[in-house]
């Protein structure tokens, strides 16, 4: 897919953090990358994979605003914990919590745990929706592991207790583009881009 590069990308999210994300991994090149605000609509995310709900959000706020849109769906996964909270990241453990009860949410449920793999991984699927055409969608993941308490300033969300093995930090602890060079978000917009040709 080609896309016209003086049309502006509007992106379906509320979370400054990861806006700004994703405006810093895109980069300068064209299209430009905007926050809808009011525009983007509120988005019932019920669907079991990253996939299903990156087109959900990318397809509804194109519908709303007539032109293309860019989604992300991304989550952390524990290996001990069945691969949760995964989709649910976002809610867990419960959709108004802070970032740091989530992070202590899933520390606690592996200090339930003693002796149990702190293998996780992050995944990101970027969607992006141009009315007319069929969405297209790329996926990023990387693997690392489950930190024993929260390190780092950097970053957002699960940053401060996802632990990098090849870094010897969290992406907490490492600034943003030693973390965007291997972070699932990075290969997923990166991957996305690659599909569009830009």
Not at 36 to 57: H, Q
Not at 107 to 129: D, F, I, K, N
């Amino acid at each position: 897919m080609r896309l016209a590069l003086d049309v502006p990308v509007a992106v379906a999210t509320k979370n400054l953090d990861k806006y700004n994300e994703i405006v810093q991994l895109w980069g300068d090149t064209p299209p430009h990358l905007l926050l809808p605000g009011s525009e983007y609509p509120d988005v019932d995310e019920r669907f079991a994979t990253y996939e299903e709900n990156a087109v959900l959000k990318a397809a509804e706020l194109a519908r709303v605003r007539g032109g293309p849109a860019l989604a992300d769906d991304s989550g952390i996964e524990v290996e001990a914990l069945g691969w949760a909270p995964g989709v649910l990241s976002a809610r867990t453990p419960s959709a108004s919590a802070t970032p740091q009860e989530r992070n202590q949410a899933i520390l606690a449920q592996l200090a339930a745990l003693p002796g149990a793999s702190r293998r996780a991984r992050y995944v990101c699927v970027c969607a992006l929706a141009v009315p007319g055409q069929l969405p297209l969608t790329a996926r990023g993941e990387v693997e690392g592991e489950i930190a024993l308490a929260p390190l780092g300033t950097h970053g957002f969300g699960y940053d401060p207790i996802f632990y990098y093995p090849p870094y010897g930090h969290t992406f907490g602890e490492v600034p943003a583009e030693q973390k965007h060079a291997v972070s699932h978000r990075g290969r997923a917009v990166r991957a996305l881009r690659d599909r569009l040709e830009l």
